[in-house]
């Protein structure tokens, strides 16, 4: 009995042990701006906080958002993030520091001094520890079961020391100025661009921000260079606030060229220039869609007789401006149709099948080079409208209007006198009974206009 | 124009049309609702599959940035169609960059060459994928006096799919 107790106290503490993961993970969405598939969505992680500093850690993360979400053009664009914190604690507080002998038991084993370099912040594989599964693998572990749809991941340190450093996941520690590599990464991993700096360590690449063309016509980013402005660009003061074509970039001090004097991509603490604005701006476009939705959600919609359908697109909302809306009929602009909503009557379209186009753009002065038309949206709707009414009961003589007189006369000069027929056919039938029209509608047209009688009788492509 | 600049400029354009020209994943695919995880192991230039994992939602696939270190793929259904394209950074690859201490402000950068790593790839899930194929331009084509060529199949590798409905 005494063993039996003992096996199941054994069984229990297994079960405690082995059930209950040793480093409980939580997420929290600490920015909302929409469904997950419709948004960028910016991940942080936490590295170097104990359970009891997880409270700390998500005002930390909600710092660096604010920093991040502070950066042109993001700022202006700041409604197509989600941000989410994902928490899991770490068993020592901080980060290792080999050159000092400091090592503390994180959760993905983060250390400075990597590869000799003090401020250099990373997790495995390292020097220090070449297995994925300890840093990285960690990382893409989590993200796939909390938050797979992440765009943009950045781990935070939870260590005052200097240190950070880019990559496929980006690092920072608490220091205050460790994000701005972070946002430096953010233009690599997420506007493509490439490094502005001629410090070795790379390999050189034509990018939005990068070239070896000096040519002026054939440089990327020409439409931001003014005529006045030399090519190549003297590295002169005087040049510092135009974009033109820069010697040194991509890691090399000649042959390569970068937009501007100084720019985010090449120095900390400085501005994206406007070819990197550009580039990320175009980013977003490229990852989430400027109408965010759309009624009906039906591709197609059935409009019979006299009906007519409110469509309606909501398109994205930038900071600071508004993307413009056009609808188009049939590929033609409809003149002074620019809302949200536009209603659309089948009188206007007539029988057949017609394409109702809701065309929405970023109209942002930070972009001015968009061939591939990132910044342009369209919703299309095939709106087939059957049963028009192609002329209407009684109104013999083609005027419109309800029937009166004017249409008892023609239909009198028609039947009795050899005058013109009513066309369609219909339109002097008034009883619907078939025919041209004949004594028996004269007498019912005057008995309608008259004495109060019943209305003309829809029939054919006639309606009342 | 030199010739060694000539012969990067074809290797970029031969690069461009074999890996993007048709059925390269794009900003059109924004409507996959499954996500497949995958994990790898690479160790001179041999690729072998360490776990795969299928998460519900919705992968935004941005433009594919290739340049002569790119690893690219090619995912491939049971009958052989091409079911897509990309590219990804080498892995093999790392790089680190820092603020130097000695220039505040200015960033410097540490490539490092590994010789064995894992890596996770991450791409819409499609219910048909059943092999996905690697290549890369070994060194030995790095060089620009040669004629550029395509880059070498590091081998197929068979995906065993299963659904993981787990969130």
Request: aromatic residues 10%; negative net charge; contains cysteine.
């Amino acid at each position: 009995m005494k063993n039996l107790k003992l096996l199941w106290l054994s069984v229990g503490l297994g079960a405690i042990l082995f059930s209950t993961p040793a480093f409980p993970q939580s997420i929290q969405q600490i920015l909302d701006n929409g469904p997950t598939n419709k948004r960028i969505n910016m991940v942080f992680l936490s590295e170097g906080y104990t359970s009891t500093q997880l409270s700390q850690y998500i005002t930390d993360a909600n710092s660096l958002l604010n920093y991040i979400l502070s950066v042109q053009p993001i700022a202006e664009y700041q409604t197509y993030f989600n941000a989410f914190a994902i928490s899991v604690a770490s068993v020592d507080s901080g980060s290792d520091h080999p050159e000092s002998d400091i090592y503390r038991n994180t959760y993905f084993n983060s250390t400075y001094d990597s590869y000799g370099i003090q401020r250099a912040l990373t997790i495995p594989p390292n020097d220090f520890d070449p297995v994925y599964a300890n840093g990285q693998g960690k990382v893409f572990a989590l993200l796939a079961s909390l938050m797979p749809e992440y765009d943009i991941v950045i781990l935070i340190v939870n260590d005052p020391e200097y240190g950070g450093t880019g990559g496929a996941v980006a690092i920072t520690s608490m220091h205050p100025a460790a994000p701005e590599i972070v946002v430096h990464e953010v233009g690599h991993s997420f506007g493509y661009l490439g490094d502005e700096y001629d410090y070795p360590g790379g390999t050189s690449a034509e990018n939005p921000n990068t070239t070896q063309e000096n040519r002026r016509e054939f440089i990327r980013w020409r439409t931001w260079i003014l005529e006045s402005t030399p090519i190549p660009t003297p590295e002169e003061f005087s040049y510092a606030d135009v974009v033109g074509l820069f010697e040194g970039a991509a890691y090399q001090a000649s042959g390569w060229y970068r937009p501007k004097l100084d720019c985010k991509m090449q120095s900390l603490f400085v501005p994206f220039c406007e070819v990197c604005a550009e580039a990320l701006i175009k980013s977003k476009y490229n990852l989430i869609n400027a109408i965010d939705s759309f009624f009906p959600l039906s591709g197609t919609i059935a409009l019979v007789d006299t009906d007519s359908v409110a469509l309606e697109i909501v398109p994205l909302l930038p900071t600071n401006h508004q993307l413009s809306i056009e609808w188009l009929i049939n590929n033609s602009p409809v003149a002074g149709a620019n809302s949200s909503i536009f209603k659309v009557y089948s009188y206007e379209l007539g029988n057949g099948s017609h394409q109702v186009k809701a065309q929405v753009k970023d109209t942002t002065w930070m972009v001015r080079n968009d061939p591939t038309n990132f910044l342009r949206d369209s919703k299309v709707w095939t709106v087939n409208v059957s049963g028009l009414c192609a002329a209407k009961a009684g109104d013999a003589n083609g005027s419109g209007g309800t029937p009166n007189l004017t249409d008892i006369v023609y239909l009198v000069n028609y039947v009795f006198k050899g005058g013109p027929a009513p066309s369609p056919s219909c339109r002097g039938d008034a009883n619907a009974s078939g025919g041209n029209g004949n004594l028996t509608d004269v007498v019912y047209l005057v008995n309608y206009v008259f004495k109060g009688g019943p209305a003309p009788v829809k029939i054919g492509v006639c309606c009342l | 124009m030199t010739e060694s600049k000539f012969g990067k400029i074809l290797s970029l354009v031969i690069l461009g049309l074999f890996f993007f020209s048709n059925d390269s994943f794009s900003a059109g695919e924004k409507n996959q609702s499954k996500i497949l995880f995958l994990q790898f192991k690479i160790k001179d230039n041999q690729i072998t599959l360490v776990k795969t994992t299928i998460k519900p939602g919705l992968a935004k696939q941005p433009a594919s940035v290739a340049d002569k270190n790119s690893l690219y793929y090619q995912l491939f259904s049971p009958s052989g169609a091409s079911l897509g394209k990309g590219s990804m950074k080498d892995p093999l690859i790392q790089h680190f960059e820092y603020e130097d201490p000695d220039r505040p402000g200015q960033i410097k950068r540490k490539e490092i060459q590994l010789k064995e790593t894992e890596f996770t790839l991450r791409i819409p899930y499609d219910p048909d994928l059943q092999e996905i194929e690697f290549f890369k331009l070994l060194s030995s084509q790095l060089d620009p006096q040669k004629q550029p060529s395509l880059p070498k199949s590091l081998g197929k590798i068979k995906l065993q799919l299963k659904e993981d409905n787990s969130k």
